[in-house]
């Protein structure tokens, strides 16, 4: 079985600075893993995905995210973040290299970004 | 290419009546999966369905939660007899399976929101 803990339920952070969402995972198999952001009332879009290769990954909206296995953690980084940045960010995990495996998500955090 | 549907977007029932939800997944992608968002929670697993078969089903409540993906047209959630405790968001993703070499991300939709008065 896998696990997720995100260190952080709330992060606030003015507009322009650095931001980062840390995210470690617990797992006895290979996995995959993906952070996804909700804005108010809507669904899930997947920001990033680490599958395998380059643990240094890119996404969208400016954000990247690195793998580190031996700290088994996936911290989610944004060099400068803007208003419309502020939404709910979750880090999920699932069992690499098979299908139809189900997500395990993180309890998310809540990022507030304040002109 | 549209993305995963969803409907309703809002569903309100009063205790004991049944409610049920739809998604219908993207374009090419055979596999369906629910997930229940409860109020200032994650989301959690509760099924996994391909087309005309269940294939994990651990995460459902064993009672008054049933779901379906049939040959034709969307996957159901249906919930019978619904009490307040299953007021949540109720999301639905799709993912294409392995074939073609791919790696199964899975979509969300933009879920259904149910309120059960």
């Known amino acids: 079985a896998q696990s997720v803990t995100q260190l952080d339920s709330q992060v606030p952070v003015f507009e322009e600075a650095p931001v980062e969402l840390r995210c470690n995972y617990s797992?006895?198999?290979?996995?995959?893993l993906f952070w996804y952001v909700q804005y108010p009332n809507q669904g899930l879009q997947l920001l990033l995905k680490?599958?395998?290769?380059?643990?240094l990954v890119k996404g969208i909206n400016g954000f990247e995210a690195e793998f580190n296995k031996s700290q088994t953690s996936f911290h989610l980084r944004k060099p400068s973040v803007h208003i419309s940045d502020t939404a709910e960010y979750f880090c999920a995990v699932r069992k690499g290299e098979t299908s139809g495996s189900r997500l395990t998500f993180g309890e998310g955090t809540q990022l507030t970004v304040n002109p | 290419n549209a993305g995963v549907m969803q409907n309703p977007r809002h569903l309100v029932r009063r205790r004991g009546q049944e409610a049920r939800l739809r998604c219908s997944p993207m374009k090419g992608h055979s596999h369906v999966y629910w997930y229940r968002q409860l109020p200032e929670e994650g989301l959690k697993f509760m099924v996994y369905?391909?087309?005309?078969?269940?294939?994990?089903e651990s995460g459902m409540p064993k009672e008054r939660f049933s779901a379906e993906f049939p040959k034709e047209g969307p996957s159901i959630l249906r919930i019978q007899q619904v009490v307040r405790g299953d007021s949540a968001a109720y999301f639905c993703a799709s993912s294409p399976g392995l074939a073609g070499g791919g790696t199964d991300t899975q979509y969300f939709g933009p879920g259904t929101r149910l309120t059960v008065l």
């Open positions: 680490y599958l395998s290769g380059s643990t």
């Open positions: 369905l391909q087309k005309e078969n269940i294939i994990d």
């Open positions: 797992s006895s198999v290979s996995v995959y």
